[in-house]
């Protein structure tokens, strides 16, 4: 449905988007996960033909974003990352006017705002302003706006940013309903646990290059299902901290990183006891200790040497 | 094009100013304070609160029925007031009234002039016109077909018998005598002698009577374009919130967009005008004169200067608070040059040039010239013309920016 070949999108002499490849299938939740500035919401614009780009190709459902925008068009649906809504309108008008920009009207428009308030729990406050409206119910219309014409492609660009725990499992559950109905969807997050428990297959983004792509367990594979244990242990100890280890159930390969010991283990949970105990032995603080599960934080940070900021 | 994408965003912005009640406070309310008071501290400008139309004097040293007859197709024409006397007065004197028109034409009828046009005798007429005015224009027309008429009427007179036998030449002829009236032609009864002047002030004479004539239109178009204008912070909100974006990634072509955003500000001119206009002239007595289309051409016009206008604020503005202070002052220094706060007429010659160049010069001018000289169409031409380029240099600069701005 979605095909991305070597995008690449320049602000200036910046390349926002360096080379990106995807694909996306039909009705497949994709997610592009990356931090702040990675390029997700550049690629969202090119895209949705709203930023031209600058190498590479793009196309959705056979229309290129260059050369047939309108084709584009008419396929998709684009919840922005900001509130992209009239605030002194209220629920209703919005929904009413976003139906007319698609060319809706009559019956049919009316049917149609209704039950999408009703999808989006708004159908109480359908009638009230968007600027009264607390975050979560701001984001569930912005989403709403963005699939008043019934799009087969969805772009929904970080759209849990900003709201209470709560509020976004219910737009995540939402969100996975839509997904199940079969609608084709990008979801860009920087939230590891969204992605994880919500899209069919990631791709993660770091300035502006796809370092990853594939499903859940294929890029926990990339990394392999070892725990690893982290442990600060001064300098002098750490041959004698190796040796100990070695001798530990399940212990892979003790290795030195950045100044701290590594210990690659089946179970992390294993060698903790035994490790104690050889602090205690040497007098040494537990505090500077650290197990790390294969997780997709663990696989971004050894993609890209950073750990994923918030 | 796409009627309902662009029906749609005219609404909403119709939607949104009528909701908003200090939009409305701004829009409508202001504009009627402003033009109470300021006609209230200007006051009458003269006259009787009719608009005072150019005047045709007439000196006849005997006027009589012939003179009557003679002037008839000249009454109460609309472009000129036609006032005879019966003092007389000197050829520079006259001349000099149509120079510095205080009048547009002036007449001097002889003794002779009714018996030359019962065909007894013959008389010159002097007639000083000024060849920069229609209304003189008018006047030397309409003399020249009524003394067309005169004469023949004089020869036709001179050529019927005369039942009481009378004198030879006069009455001879039994039936139609060619060489008589070929004579009585070639050497009519009555003649006119013309003085064209040419015109020492270049403007015309300040035409109106009463201020609100004047501040009544220029609140108006004032507060139409501060208005218009203020929609340009709508458009940069749109950047900001991404319903721009939102708007060109959805079902309705990039045209009809820029098209909705441009008619948005235009029916919200026209209709702010339109109230304005209105409730001027039932609240001051405010006559616009007899041109309807006139009026209809300009207001439009200058919605749609202001709509373009607006448009490429709002798309130059970084911020809200940057278009909002752009528009202020772009409206403060267009209304105090081209003449919304004072009439143009009493600035320098080189600041009326600059002002009437002007969308807002141009549009007050032609309020002026509705109102205050019973102008329409042909004469206010140029400054419709010079509005239409502001509208369409306005517009084609809105819409490129605007493109830009919307693939970015
Ligand atoms: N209009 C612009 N002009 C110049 N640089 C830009 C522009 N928009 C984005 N950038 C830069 O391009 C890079 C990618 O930005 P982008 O918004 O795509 O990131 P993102 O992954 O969506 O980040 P976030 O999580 O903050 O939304 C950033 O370095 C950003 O500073
Ligand atoms: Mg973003």
Redesign the pocket.
């Known amino acids: 449905m979605i095909i991305v070949e070597n995008l690449v999108k320049r ?2 002499s ?1 390349r ?2 360096d080379g990106i490849t995807f694909e996306v299938a039909k009705g497949e939740l994709f997610g592009l996960l ?12 090119v895209l949705s033909t709203l930023l031209p780009a600058d190498g590479g190709r793009a196309s959705i459902g056979g229309h290129d974003v260059a050369g047939d925008p309108g084709g584009v068009r008419r396929l998709i649906g684009v919840v922005p ?1 900001e509130i992209a809504l009239y605030q002194d309108l209220n629920a209703r008008d919005n929904l009413l006017f976003w139906g007319r920009i698609h060319g809706l009207g009559g019956k049919a428009l009316g049917t149609r705002v209704e039950r999408l308030l009703e999808l989006v729990a708004l159908g109480e406050h359908a009638r009230q302003k968007v600027e009264t409206f607390s975050g979560g119910m701001k984001r569930r219309l912005n989403l709403a706006a963005g699939l008043i014409h019934n799009p087969e492609v969805l772009f929904l ?2 759209p849990t940013v900003g709201i209470d725990a709560q509020a976004r499992t219910k737009l995540l559950a939402l969100i996975g309903d839509l997904a199940a109905d079969g609608l084709t969807i990008i979801y ?1 997050t ?1 939230y590891l646990e969204e992605a994880e428990q919500l899209c069919h297959r990631i791709g993660v ?1 770091d300035q ?1 290059r796809m370092v990853a792509v594939g499903d859940k367990e294929d890029l926990i594979s990339q990394i392999g299902d070892e725990d690893r244990v982290r442990v600060q242990v001064p300098s002098e100890r750490h041959r004698a901290l190796t040796s100990a280890a070695e001798t530990w159930p399940g212990v892979d390969s003790v290795s030195e990183r950045r100044g701290k010991l590594e210990i690659r283990v089946a179970d992390g949970g294993a060698v903790l006891p035994p490790l104690q105990a050889w602090l205690a032995a040497e007098g040494l603080d537990l505090a500077q200790l650290e197990v790390i599960r294969p997780n997709l934080e663990t696989l971004y940070l050894n993609l890209t040497g950073r750990g994923l900021r918030e | 094009m796409n009627g309902s994408v662009i029906l749609a965003m005219v609404a909403l912005r119709l939607r949104r100013i009528f909701r908003d009640r200090s939009a409305l406070i701004w829009f409508f309310v202001m504009p009627m304070v402003f033009s109470f008071l300021m006609g209230q501290l200007l006051g009458d400008w003269g006259g009787s609160g009719q608009p005072s139309r150019p005047r045709f004097l007439v000196y006849a040293d005997e006027p009589g029925p012939e003179l009557e007859r003679f002037l008839a197709p000249l009454r109460d024409h609309e472009r000129f007031v036609v006032e005879v006397r019966d003092t007389t007065v000197s050829a520079a004197a006259l001349a000099e009234a149509v120079e510095d028109s205080r009048i547009t034409a002036g007449l001097l009828v002889p003794s002779g002039f009714e018996a030359a046009a019962a065909g007894d005798d013959t008389a010159s007429l002097r007639l000083y016109f000024d060849s920069d005015r229609l209304s003189s224009q008018t006047i030397r027309t309409l003399l020249e077909e009524a003394l067309l008429r005169a004469n023949t009427a004089a020869a036709a007179r001179s050529l019927v018998a005369d039942p009481a036998g009378g004198e030879p030449g006069r009455g001879a002829a039994q039936g139609f005598d060619q060489v008589v009236f070929d004579r009585l032609w070639e050497e009519p009864r009555v003649r006119l002698a013309v003085e064209t002047l040419g015109r020492k002030q270049e403007e015309p004479e300040f035409a109106l009577t009463n201020s609100y004539q004047h501040v009544g239109p220029s609140y108006t178009l004032f507060f139409v374009m501060m208005g218009v204008l203020a929609l340009a912070q709508d458009l940069v909100a749109e950047r900001r919130q991404r319903t721009l974006a939102r708007l060109v990634t959805s079902r309705a072509g990039p045209a009809d967009l820029v098209l909705g955003f441009l008619a948005g500000g235009f029916v919200m001119g026209l209709v702010q005008s339109v109230i304005l206009l209105v409730l001027n002239s039932l609240l001051f007595r405010i006559d616009y004169g007899d041109s309807p289309l006139t009026l209809g051409l300009a207001m439009m016009l200058f919605a749609g200067v202001c709509a373009g206008a607006s448009v490429l604020l709002g798309t130059v503005a970084r911020t809200e608070a940057q278009a909002s202070g752009l528009g202020v002052a772009t409206t403060l220094v267009l209304a105090a040059m081209g003449g919304l706060w004072w009439p143009l007429e009493i600035v320098p010659p080189f600041m009326q040039t600059l002002g009437k160049l002007l969308p807002t010069g141009q549009a007050i001018t032609v309020f002026h010239d509705l109102i205050g000289r019973g102008w329409g169409l042909a004469e206010n031409l140029p400054l419709l013309v010079g509005l239409a380029v502001w509208c369409v240099v306005l517009t084609v600069m809105a819409t490129w920016r605007l493109r830009r701005v919307m693939a ?1």
């Open positions: 602000y200036g910046h926002a988007v990356g931090p702040n500035g990675a390029g997700k919401t550049t690629t969202i614009g990352q660009d970080e860009t920087h983004i502006g | 970015s």
